[in-house]
């Protein structure tokens, strides 16, 4: 097998995705090149925060850096997140009762929200209540919007804490929207750990569960665990499931949505 480095990377990242730790003997064998090659390959990726080296070979790179500001993430990704929200605007319909956590990615889903009809909004998500109130008071869409109680977070522009936990104890949602910080085949996880309990809660108050994450959360974990990816329903993202998770049956555990920006759209 003659790879070029880039491929061989790629492959190498692809088995990381399937496997808790990567070896470098074992790397070398499959790959058709010595051992020298695989350490200088992995010393690279670890460069670029994509795995951690460790004795012997690898192990998937843990992000716990600090999350960061709200008004930077919006400027991040911002197309992407533009073409999901609008995509997920689309799944709520006349009358649902639907759950809104906190997030950039969720604001423009609340920008895209025209239409409906007697929809309940709950969310904690300050930066979208407003978003939302703004629309139904210029009439762009009808029913009413709920903000939660708790401990504000002013840098996510969030609501947080054991109020906002206790208050969702009384909810019961047709639809809830997530976004988050990684998805990995075995778990969804976030920077934060008081924005995650709370996102935990919602899961569990909620008849379908969309996971709302643009391409560079696919095969990331972030710092705290939300839910195993099996309590999800539908994943919208700005790319298509990867391969490696093709060959996982994915497809039979949750269905995968991808989101199209308006340049594509247009061709």
């Not at 206790?166 to 047709?174: A, C, G, P, W």
């Amino acid at each position: 097998m003659n790879l070029l480095s880039t491929e061989r990377q790629q492959a190498i990242l692809e088995q990381l995705d399937n496997e808790e730790k990567i070896f470098v003997a074992i790397l070398a064998k499959n790959l058709g090149v010595t051992p020298e090659t695989i350490r200088r390959d992995l010393d690279i990726l670890e460069k670029e925060k994509k795995l951690k080296r460790v004795h012997g070979g690898a192990v998937k790179y843990h992000q716990t850096n600090n999350e960061p500001h709200f008004e930077k993430k919006m400027n991040l990704r911002y197309d992407a997140k533009a073409a999901i929200g609008k995509k997920a605007a689309e799944f709520i319909h006349d009358g649902d009762t639907i759950m809104i956590d906190v997030g950039t990615t969720s604001i423009h889903l609340a920008n895209s929200l025209v239409g409906v009809q007697r929809v309940t909004i709950v969310t904690n998500s300050l930066a979208a209540a407003e978003v939302l109130n703004n629309r139904l008071e210029n009439k762009e869409f009808e029913g009413k919007v709920i903000v939660l109680g708790g401990m504000t977070n002013p840098t996510q522009k969030s609501i947080v804490g054991a109020l906002t936990c206790k208050m969702l104890k009384d909810f019961r949602f047709d639809k809830v929207f997530l976004s988050c910080g990684g998805i990995t085949l075995d778990n969804v996880s976030d920077y934060d750990l008081e924005e995650s309990t709370v996102s935990s809660a919602m899961i569990k108050r909620a008849n379908q569960v969309f996971l709302l994450a643009d391409s560079s959360k696919i095969g990331n974990e972030s710092f705290y665990r939300i839910c195993s990816l099996s309590e999800a329903d539908y994943i919208i993202c700005d790319q298509d499931m990867p391969n490696t998770w093709k060959q996982q049956k994915l497809e039979t555990m949750l269905q995968w949505i991808t989101a199209e920006g308006d340049e594509q759209n247009e061709g």
